[in-house]
């Protein structure tokens, strides 16, 4: 288990963690999420003694700095191309197999878990952001570790990698480890993660599960198929309901639940077809929580800001008249 306790970090006078407290439960995955600039690196650098703040994180109740092997213990990747510039990659995991006091075979054991076998003699430095996070992988699960901690280990991965590290960290979860991992994939977080720890400009947003995280932070829908819509949605209306009608002549329900629906339209004789409740995705509960401490906002979407890309500007114009 991680238990971080209190965490914080300046730069200047920016406040990049503030005051972070949470604990991370074995068997689990927990997935690590804040918008750009939310200071996930920061709090993992931090966790693992790798910057200086304040506070303390606690692995199984040690301190990382009282741990004789750490690579035996916790698996870290929080930068996916941070290997050694001119040693192959066998020979990069060899060299920290040999300084964990671990068998040299335990490099190529690791090469092979992720798919790395076929390019072990040629320099990482070459490989591609999906290879170099699979190294990263390799690296971290050198020592066995029973925790791991990844920054963004899908970033650079195709859609089969993908699929393959939810497996991988699902089953790593399953046999007793604790596995905290931050991403921006939220779809891909929703499948993998069992717990969340969201954060916006360093503080706590919120921790626990994640079906906990989507219905605190949307409002789930219900999906109402009657012919006898005109007639319902007054009554629907009645009860405090929000009542949208979609193009197929269902009903969209909002502030009252399906067993309140159904139970009201038995009462009333109304002729029910479909009754679903339509739970919002991660992302739409994401960009709920997140959106007032987002650091980096972009303009909205639409004509005029697109035409910004595009039109040119009276004074581009006159540098080109200027010009020609
Ligand atoms: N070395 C540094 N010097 C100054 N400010 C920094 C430094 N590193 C990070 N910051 C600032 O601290 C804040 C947190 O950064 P951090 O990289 O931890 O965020 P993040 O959540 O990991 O972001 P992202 O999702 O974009 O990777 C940001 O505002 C960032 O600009």
Do not use: C
């Not at 690579?71 to 920290?96: C, D, W």
């Not at 092979?112 to 990482?124: A, M, S, Y």
């Not at 929000?242 to 909002?254: C, K």
């Amino acid at each position: 288990m991680i238990t971080a306790q209190s965490l914080r970090k300046r730069y200047g006078d920016k406040v990049a963690v503030d005051d972070l407290s949470f604990e991370v439960q074995p068997g689990l995955v927990t997935g690590f999420l804040g918008p750009n600039g939310a200071g996930k690196s920061t709090t993992m650098r931090l966790m693992l003694d790798l910057d200086h703040g304040s506070g303390e994180t606690l692995f199984d109740g040690r301190r990382f700095d009282t741990i004789r092997h750490p690579m035996r213990e916790i698996g870290a990747v929080l930068e996916a191309k941070s290997f050694h510039p001119t040693r192959t990659a066998r020979n990069h995991l060899r060299m920290l197999a040999a300084g964990s006091a671990l068998p040299a075979s335990r490099a190529d054991e690791v090469l092979e878990f992720v798919g790395l076998t076929e390019v072990r003699n040629k320099k990482p430095s070459g490989f591609s952001l999906g290879m170099a996070q699979r190294l990263g992988l390799a690296q971290a699960l050198l020592g066995d570790p029973s925790t791991l901690i990844l920054d963004e280990p899908a970033n650079g991965l195709d859609p089969h990698g993908i699929h393959w590290l939810r497996d991988v960290l699902k089953s790593l979860a399953a046999q007793g480890r604790t596995i905290f991992v931050s991403s921006h994939l939220l779809s891909e977080m929703s499948l993998m993660a069992d717990e969340l720890v969201v954060i916006g400009r360093g503080s706590m947003i919120y921790n626990g599960d994640v079906d906990g995280f989507v219905k605190r932070f949307t409002q789930s829908t219900v999906r109402v198929k009657t012919p006898d819509a005109s007639e319902f949605v007054e009554t629907l209306r009645g009860m405090g309901a929000t009542v949208d009608t979609v193009p197929d002549g269902d009903l969209m329900v909002s502030g009252v639940d399906a067993p309140t629906i159904g139970d009201r339209a038995h009462d009333d004789g109304i002729r029910l077809h479909e009754l679903a409740t339509q739970t919002a995705s991660l992302e739409t509960a994401f960009i709920s929580a997140t959106g007032a401490s987002e650091e980096y906002v972009a303009h909205e979407v639409n004509e005029e800001t697109t035409n910004m890309l595009t039109e040119p500007s009276a004074a581009d114009d006159t540098n080109r008249g200027g010009a020609a």
